[in-house]
């Protein structure tokens, strides 16, 4: 990992989770004709709950819509980060390497994760503003573009072996598969937490100085 001047992060499993889940979308999607293509708009256009519903036609009442909304609202109070993602950020902040997040979810669930994090990133690439979800190529393009590094200088680290894994080194960045909860490793690049992160990232400067 020599060449890795970045670390792009996943979100939620990766830096954080949700203690209290309601799951107001997925209700929601029970409700509409194309469950499919309602999460794919909830994914990729900037729209709160009440506007998916509308969009989608849903057929709920306006008592069971408002009790979805009040769902939500406890949903994101209830978002925390993960105990290593404070030390792990800043010590990679530290070493000199530029830091996002890369993430697919819906429009209410951004702001309540930014505000956790303990350092301002230099990407936030929510999929909800870019109109495309991973592993689409498009998204992993734009935010190596927005770092102004090739491919292989930046690191991918997320929960999902397709999207997040798999999804980023088909793009040409490198990659780890984050498995909290496995008890065996099952690739070379996969990681149980994000502490192991630092004993394979030198400080910047001097990944630099070896690749010279």
């Known amino acids: 990992m020599s060449a890795i001047r970045a670390v792009i992060f996943d979100a939620f499993g990766t830096l954080c989770q949700i203690t209290a889940p309601r799951r107001p979308y997925q209700r929601l999607a029970r409700r ?6 309602f999460t794919k708009a909830v994914m990729t256009q900037p729209l709160d709950l009440r506007q998916s519903a509308r969009r989608a036609m849903a057929e709920v009442s306006e008592q069971e819509l408002c009790r979805l909304e009040a769902d939500l609202d406890a949903e ?19 070493r000199g390497y530029r830091l996002g997040v890369l993430s697919n979810l819906a429009a209410p669930y951004a702001a309540p994760l930014r505000a956790l994090l303990p350092a ?12 495309h979800a991973k592993p689409h190529p498009r998204l992993y393009h734009w935010a190596c573009a927005t770092l102004a590094l090739e491919p292989e200088q930046v690191l991918m680290v997320g929960d999902t072996r397709v999207p997040d894994y798999s999804g ?7 990659a780890c598969w984050l498995r909290r909860r496995a008890s065996t490793e099952v690739l070379a690049d996969t990681i149980s937490g994000l502490e192991e992160l630092l004993a394979r990232l030198p400080p910047a ?8």
Do not use: K, N, T
């Open 32 to 37: 509409v004709s194309d469950p499919v293509q």
């Open 76 to 94: 994101l109070q209830s978002i925390s980060l993960f105990p290593d993602v404070q030390h792990v950020l800043l010590a990679l902040r530290a």
């Open 120 to 131: 301002d990133l230099d990407l936030y690439g929510w999929s909800f503003e870019r109109g």
């Open 205 to 212: 400067a001097l990944a630099g100085a070896a690749d010279a």
């Open 168 to 174: 980023a080194q088909a793009c040409g960045l490198q």
